[in-house]
Nanobody, 125 residues
């Protein structure tokens, strides 16, 4: 099992930037794909970004494409999510999630075994 800990989120004004990180501990070789999800009040949790550990291949949801960047450094831990040009609609609790498989729909939360506790991002207009 992999324990995931997200960095502290924060509050920014629209147009601002924020970087989140997700550090894995425990069975740190126990994941091959990591993703960020978010859940806004009254909405379902949705996949935002994803990255394959070995290849660095990335995936992005349409609402964040061109604004968010998911990345890994050479140590493969932690995973970063750089968020630029933030909008009020980006306000949500953000979670990182990890799984062994690199196959299948990356934004389907049921495919993930391990989850962080979540971190709040608030964007004001």
């Amino acid at each position: 099992q992999v324990q995931l800990v997200e960095s502290e989120g924060g509050s920014v004004q629209a147009g601002g930037s924020l970087t989140l990180s997700c550090a894995a501990s425990g069975s740190t070789d126990g994941w091959n794909f990591m993703a960020w999800f978010r859940q806004a009040p009254g909405k379902e949790r949705e996949g935002v970004t994803g990255i394959t550990r070995d290849t660095g291949m990335t995936a992005y949801a349409s609402p964040v494409k061109g604004r968010f960047t998911i990345s890994l450094d050479a140590a493969k831990n932690p995973v970063f999510q750089q968020m630029n040009s933030l909008k009020p609609e980006d306000t949500a609790m953000y979670y990182c999630a990890a799984r062994l498989s690199t196959h299948g729909t990356w934004y389907q939360e049921s495919r993930y075994n391990d989850w962080g506790q979540g971190t709040q991002v608030t964007v004001s207009s």
